[in-house]
Structure formats: structure tokens, C-alpha cells
């Protein structure tokens, strides 16, 4: 990929230039820190070794340098290098490389109080976001925004063959249905390094693209999930939706001017998981109206309530921005927030109840500290929970928390399957997970065998069809193809897909379909599967 955006590239064919490049790169190679190497490390040595004009070597700059020293056989590859060489390597250590890129501003449904609205962001995003600065430099065009997104990636060491691409910007389902096609399309020329006509044929190209499609989220209110939207989202490529709920208690949904009701929540939850998706919810504590006593037991909602039980969650704390409703009930004192410790205990016994099947992906807007008016500004507030929790003796079960990610399993014959079961009000869940012998997590499959009525499955291909939801082998990201003693291409999922086939059989369904993005479609084709009109299926 041609890059762009970064720090300007190092030309190793000025020998004084080369010498301090090599002396640099030995200088790390040599640190006798192992798998702890730390930024406080390379600091410190780049302060040893300052370039000739004074300045200091940024990380993309020496990682480009080293491939080009190994490239003309100067130095040879050193794998443990490049590890300590790539920025955040917790951004691909679950196994795919995510790529954010935003959707234009554009009226929302909702009047929700507490959401901030501004003229150059997306409503309920704010100008001073991340995402949202990466996007307004890219003005908003998706092209542009994954081709720097995947480039800034790729400059500090990460794979991005295997990419997941999130959609963000509000309610993806009330954007008109050009643009939303648009987007896609032009997002997948990215991933593609190719132009297409139309949106089918850019999807089509992606099974053998350079950067592949492994997953693709959007976002969305629970009132505009449709029989209808389910196979509009599948023909877009769609295989994971968030869901903004934020309460699950309609006294609280009213106060807060939400716009929709519990029952839209479990309608549209139904409906999502019938089709095969996988499923992401917002929760809000501390919405007006709340305590943290009413809190706590509209989290324990979650999973006694049948018609919930999402595989994915957000949390994200009420933000008292200015300029929303919820300001102006702030000055009038008829609402105040949670102090941080008070929230902090609350996630604490919030987290202890979640079940192994669901991953936590955040505990924290990332929302710049100068917008928060009033309540809990830390950034860090995972981490901080995290700690108290271990203080406490308490263990968080959920996916994120017991995930691999830097660890590495090389003794494959230790991993063992354990099989978590649940009903919900649709479908009989099975969690079949592949567990070291610390209890970590490898990889997991999400089989879903529908009990619903044919007429209540949203799309007729698969009313006959066992679900696979989800499969995921963990560890630091793999190039395709590659194996390098991580727990990717190793064959674990096609054992995975194996007992899930066997499980479905004996269930008396007669094939298995799954959901599947554009850039996994080979891969299931190499396992038995034929291409369906939006599913690929395997007879059993």
C-alpha cells in the first residue's frame, strides 16, 4: 500500500544514515527485556542513539528501515524485533485487524436527552473523538477513511488481510439506501485495491482481495430492525449489528426520550439472532432516572430474560455533555451523576454477573475528558475496574477478559472443547469453546439451532438450517496463509466447524448454514459448504 499521513520514510542507501539505523536496531534486538519490552524501553534507547539532524526515530520509521535492511540482506528477519518494532499490538492481538471509519452526519430518529448533536459529527459522536477527527480529514469519504485507516495499520507492523470493518455513525438502517450502498461499496474498493460497479461485484472481489472481509458491523436502533432490514443488512454483507439500548427498563427508556420500548428490544434481538447474526447491545448506567440500585438490576435483565442475552456488550456510562437536554436537567439539580466511586462498584457486580459467552468490548465512551461536564472522566476505567475486581477476588468470565490474545499456546493436544448451552426465546445457543489447560480461551463457535416457527425465520433460505453465528480462533493475527506458532491456521476452527456439524446432525436439522462476510466465503467453501443466495450451507 502506498503510504500516506505518517512520518517520512528513512533512506538506508545514505551509509551514515544506515550505520545508526543498524546500531539502533541491534540496540533493541539486544535489550534483554523479552516478551516485556516495553515503550519506556525503546525510549530510552532512541535517546541513546538520536538520528544525525537530532531528531528522534519514530516506530513506523524503524520498522520500515529494518524491512528494507532485510530486504537487501543487511540484517536478517528477526520476528522478536518486529514484535517489539509494532505500535499497540493489542489493536490485532483477538486475531483480525478492526477498521472504524465513520458514516456522514445525518438526522437521527431519536430526541434522545442525553445525546450531543453537532453540525461536523454524526449525531451522538462529538468533533473531538478519535474516529470522528480521522474521519472529518478524510471528509467522511469511506474510500478514503479505510485506505488510511488499513495504511496507518500497516505502517507500525500489522497484518491487514484479515480485516473487521465497523461502521459507525448512528443509525445505519434510517440512512437512505443509496448512500448506505454507496458506502459499502466504496469501503470495499479499499479493501479491494479495485474498483467496482456495484456493490455485489465489490463484495464478490473481496473473497480473493488483498485485504479480506472478515466481519462487518453497523449500528443501529432497535425500532428500525425489520424481517425486511434482515435481508437488506445480509445482501450489504452485514454479519454483527450493535444495537443501542441503553436501558432495558421502559420507565427509564421514556424518561430519557429513547423512542422505543423493551418488547422493540426483544423483537429486535429475535429477529437479529433468527438471522444469524451476531449480536452487540449498548447499555447506558446512570441515565436520568436511574440509580445504581435500578441499574444493577437492569443489567441482571440481561441475562434472565430470555429474549435477551446478547454475545457482545458496550457499556458506556452516561457522559453529561453540554448542550444536550440532560445539561439543562443537571442545572436545574434534577440529575446528577454518579460519583467514580459509585460507578466504579457498580461495573464491578455489573461485570461479575456476565457469562462466559459474551465479550465486553468496552467500558468507556472514548469521549475526550474536556467534554464531560460533570462524573467520571477516566479513560482508563477498565483497567481501574479490573483492578478493584482482582482486589476483591472476583473474576470476570466474560470472552475478552479470558481471550489468549498475547499468550501462546503451542501444545495443541492440551486444548480442550467445553460446550456452554442456553435457551433464549428463539433458538437453542450452544458456546462451544477450545480451552488451554489455564482456562484461557483459543477460539469458540456459536451454533444457534432455531426453535422458532418457519414464518418467524426473516429469510426462507435457512428456515430448514442449523446457524453457525460465529467462529473465532484467537491469538495475535495471522497473515493469510501464514503459521507462525500462534493458534491461527492451525485447524482449530475446522475442528470447531466439525463438532458443530455432528451437534446439528444429531438435532435433526438437516444442513448447516452460516453467516458469513465476504472474505470468509473461501474458506468455508474449502470446508463443504456451497454458496447460498445469502448463506453458505452444508448439507448434513
Not at 394 to 411: A, H, L, M, S, Y
Request: proline share 6%; aromatic share 8%.
Amino acid at each position: 500500500m502506498v503510504k500516506g499521513g505518517v512520518p517520512q520514510t528513512i533512506d538506508i542507501t545514505q551509509p551514515e544514515e544506515r550505520a545508526l539505523l543498524v546500531q539502533v536496531l541491534r540496540a533493541i534486538q539486544e535489550t534483554e527485556t523479552g516478551a516485556t519490552f516495553t515503550s519506556r524501553d525503546l525510549t530510552m534507547i532512541l535517546r541513546q542513539h538520536p538520528r544525525l539532524n537530532g531528531d528522534f526515530y519514530a516506530k513506523s520509521q524503524l520498522l520500515g528501515a529494518y524491512r528494507d535492511l532485510v530486504q537487501a540482506g543487511i540484517m536478517a528477519k528477526d520476528v522478536q524485533l518486529e514484535q517489539r518494532l509494532r505500535g499497540r499490538p493489542v489493536r490485532t492481538i483477538s486475531g483480525v485487524a478492526p477498521v472504524a471509519i465513520l458514516t456522514e452526519p445525518y438526522p437521527c430518529p431519536g430526541t434522545c436527552i442525553f445525546c450531543p448533536e453537532q453540525s461536523e459529527a454524526p449525531k451522538s459522536y462529538l468533533d473531538g473523538e478519535p474516529g470522528v477527527l480521522r474521519a472529518i480529514q478524510n471528509k467522511y469519504d469511506p474510500y478514503a477513511q479505510t485506505y488510511a485507516r488499513m495504511t496507518a495499520l500497516e505502517d507500525i507492523g500489522h497484518p491487514v488481510d484479515k480485516v473487521e470493518l465497523l461502521i459507525l455513525g448512528g443509525t445505519w438502517s434510517f440512512y437512505p439506501e443509496d448512500y448506505r450502498t454507496w458506502f459499502l461499496r466504496r469501503a470495499f474498493d479499499a479493501m479491494n485495491e479495485a474498483e467496482s460497479a456495484t456493490l455485489a461485484d465489490a463484495l464478490h472481489r473481496n473473497e480473493t482481495a488483498p485485504h479480506r472481509n472478515v466481519g462487518l458491523v453497523v449500528e443501529t436502533r432497535p425500532d428500525w430492525i425489520t424481517a425486511q432490514e434482515i435481508s437488506a443488512l445480509r445482501q450489504q454483507g452485514v454479519t454483527k449489528v450493535q444495537i443501542g439500548a441503553q436501558s432495558f427498563d421502559n420507565a427509564i427508556l421514556s424518561l430519557n426520550r429513547r423512542g422505543h420500548t423493551l418488547d422493540d428490544i426483544r423483537r429486535a434481538m429475535r429477529l437479529l439472532r433468527l438471522g444469524g447474526f451476531k449480536i452487540v447491545v449498548h447499555w447506558m448506567p446512570n441515565l436520568y432516572g436511574a440509580t445504581p440500585e435500578s441499574d444493577l438490576a437492569d443489567f441482571r435483565r440481561l441475562w434472565d430474560d430470555p429474549a435477551l442475552q446478547p454475545d457482545e456488550m458496550k457499556i458506556y456510562p452516561t457522559a453529561l455533555l453540554e448542550g444536550t437536554d440532560l445539561y439543562a436537567l443537571w442545572k436545574q439539580e434534577k440529575y446528577v451523576p454518579y460519583g467514580e466511586e459509585m460507578l466504579i462498584n457498580l461495573l464491578v457486580q455489573c461485570k461479575s454477573l456476565i457469562p462466559p459467552y459474551c465479550r465486553v468490548n468496552r467500558l468507556m465512551r472514548d469521549i475526550p475528558a474536556h467534554y464531560i461536564v460533570a462524573g467520571t472522566t477516566k479513560s482508563n476505567l477498565r483497567q481501574i475496574v479490573q483492578q478493584r475486581m482482582e482486589k476483591q477476588g472476583i473474576v470476570c468470565q466474560c470472552i475478552r477478559c479470558r481471550e489468549v490474545r498475547g499468550k501462546v499456546t503451542p501444545d495443541f493436544d492440551h486444548l480442550y472443547l467445553d460446550v456452554i448451552s442456553y435457551t433464549t426465546d428463539a433458538t437453542r445457543e450452544h458456546f462451544l469453546q477450545m480451552l488451554a489447560p489455564t482456562g484461557h480461551l483459543a477460539g469458540f463457535l456459536r451454533l444457534s439451532l432455531p426453535a422458532a416457527p418457519r414464518d418467524e425465520i426473516p429469510i426462507p433460505e435457512i428456515h430448514e438450517a442449523a446457524m453457525i453465528r460465529e467462529l473465532h480462533i484467537y491469538g495475535p493475527a495471522q497473515a493469510l496463509g501464514k503459521r507462525s506458532g500462534g493458534l491461527q491456521h492451525q485447524g482449530l476452527g475446522t475442528e470447531l466447524l466439525e463438532v458443530a456439524a455432528n451437534m446439528a446432525r444429531a438435532a435433526g436439522y438437516p444442513s448447516l448454514a452460516v453467516i458469513a462476510a465476504a472474505g470468509t466465503r473461501h474458506y468455508y467453501r474449502e470446508r463443504g459448504f456451497t454458496e447460498g443466495e445469502l448463506y453458505p450451507q452444508r448439507i448434513l
